[in-house]
């Protein structure tokens, strides 16, 4: 099989079982590329970590590209994240065409029930095998329990990603401050925004593709950025419409960007659907394809590899965040309980698939729905 296919079969299977959002994703993408395939080192892996949150978009996704372009070149890094996100992609259109029949959301509580539970042992056991890797001193190791600390006392997600690198690396270099003063910045991306203008496929894309070139952060930034557009300014959707959209992107496969599929969808059929997706997610093909070959430069210069180890480390601290809050909202009884402890040892123990434990989980929770 050539690297090409390989890439694509690879992805295709991830793409139909990738539950549980970025964080969950980054455990199973370490999971089949750096502990079954050997396609990359942790240390490799953790670099690419840090690059995706220094730039915009979808990390999971573009964690799929990053892997696919090192895999198999330029054909590498667009099959790797059309087969990511395609999957996810037509499940969305046919929630969305289920919706626009029906009226309603199809129920799927029973999937999530059993998912989660697989999903946080996925993201615990990919900390601790990354963290051993991205935690090399006691700095590093003080940046990542800040950055959690932090977290929980409210601090903006993307503020402290850009803090913890600069703090590590200001630290760790502390020495040469008298001497040089490093030329580091974060460009300021100001798009403007479209008037308030009458629904169409060029004003749909480039909301879209506003979106995917400037946002930072989880979903909840998303739908942040997708009610400040489409229902406050443009008045294309109701609030509703919206939850719903961002309902089904969370109870589907892939990345939560095929929320926009959805929207797509409601507001103009198929081809909307096809504008709005490929709005959102051609930045991070872009971003990606730019930033890729500078990642090995960067480990050169003291200064810039500073830096990315604090990224690292907050993007890890930013990870332990997210499990223990998936961990109070998914671990509420016995059975939850049962599958994450069932799971985590299967994962530690014996080295099952992540894929496997997920279809196991998804398996476990319609069995308890049934009881």
Do not use: C
């Amino acid at each position: 099989m050539t690297p090409t296919l390989e890439v694509l079969a690879s992805f295709l299977k991830l793409g139909f079982t990738a539950f549980g959002g970025p964080a969950a994703h980054i455990g199973m993408f370490r999971d089949e590329f750096v502990r079954r395939r050997q396609w990359l080192t942790d240390e490799a892996f953790l670099d690419l970590l840090g690059a995706t949150n220094l730039i915009p978009g979808p990390n999971s996704t573009e964690m799929a590209i990053h892997i696919g372009f090192l895999r198999a070149g330029w054909a590498g890094l667009i099959v790797s994240g059309l087969a990511f996100t395609l999957p996810a992609m037509l499940i969305v259109l046919a929630f969305a065409w289920a919706y626009v029949e029906y009226g309603s959301t199809p129920q799927a509580a029973w999937l999530l029930y059993g998912v989660k539970p697989v999903m946080i042992a996925i993201i615990l056991q990919a900390l601790w095998g990354l963290g051993r890797k991205a935690v090399k001193d006691r700095l590093t190791l003080a940046a990542g329990f800040g950055v959690l600390a932090l977290y929980f006392l409210g601090v903006n997600e993307i503020l402290l990603l850009f803090a913890g690198g600069l703090v590590v690396m200001l630290l760790q270099n502390r020495m040469q401050l008298g001497r040089a003063r490093p030329a580091f910045f974060l460009p300021l991306l100001s798009v403007p925004g479209l008037a308030s203008v009458s629904f169409g496929l060029p004003a749909l894309f480039l909301v879209f593709l506003k979106i995917g070139a400037i946002l930072y952060g989880s979903g909840y930034v998303l739908v942040a950025f997708l009610r400040a557009d489409l229902v406050e300014r443009l008045g294309w959707l109701t609030e509703s419409q919206l939850i719903d959209a961002i309902a089904i992107g969370q109870i589907t496969p892939g990345p939560l960007f095929t929320s926009a599929t959805f929207i797509g969808y409601l507001l103009g059929g198929i081809p909307a659907a096809l504008i709005a997706t490929l709005g959102i997610f051609l930045p991070s093909y872009i971003f990606v394809a730019v930033s890729n070959p500078i990642i090995p430069k960067l480990r050169e210069s003291p200064w810039a590899g500073s830096l990315l180890d604090g990224v690292i480390v907050a993007s890890l601290g930013l990870m332990a965040a997210v499990s223990y809050q998936l961990g109070r909202a998914s671990l509420t009884d016995l059975p939850t309980l049962a599958i994450f402890v069932i799971s985590t040892a299967l994962l530690f123990r014996f080295k099952i698939s992540s894929t496997w434990l997920i279809v196991g989980g998804a398996l476990a929770g319609w069995l308890t729905s049934l009881l």
